[in-house]
């Protein structure tokens, strides 16, 4: 079986170019409807979740350490701490658990 990688190219521009120019000439106006704005306002938020919980998890050596930093990071967050001591605490929590569990 022979793939040809300039089709796979050619496919892949052009679904990236209608997703980007689909919108633009399908909607014209103002979108007033409060469910759809909604949802488009957690577009950004959802993609960036999506691409870092797992990092989080597999960028360590143990995932229970990962996970144990995530929690702990989404505690401090809600509670209020700025994002560097999120942060260092995370990390400390990681390297004090992978010296732990190894």
Known sequence: MNHNIYIYLLVMAGVTYLIRVLPLTLIRREIKNRTIRSFLYYIPYVTLSVMTFPAILDATKNPLAGLAALI?????AWFGRSLFQVAVISCVVVFVLELLLH
Do not use: K, R
């Open 72 to 76: 702990v990071g989404i505690l401090l």
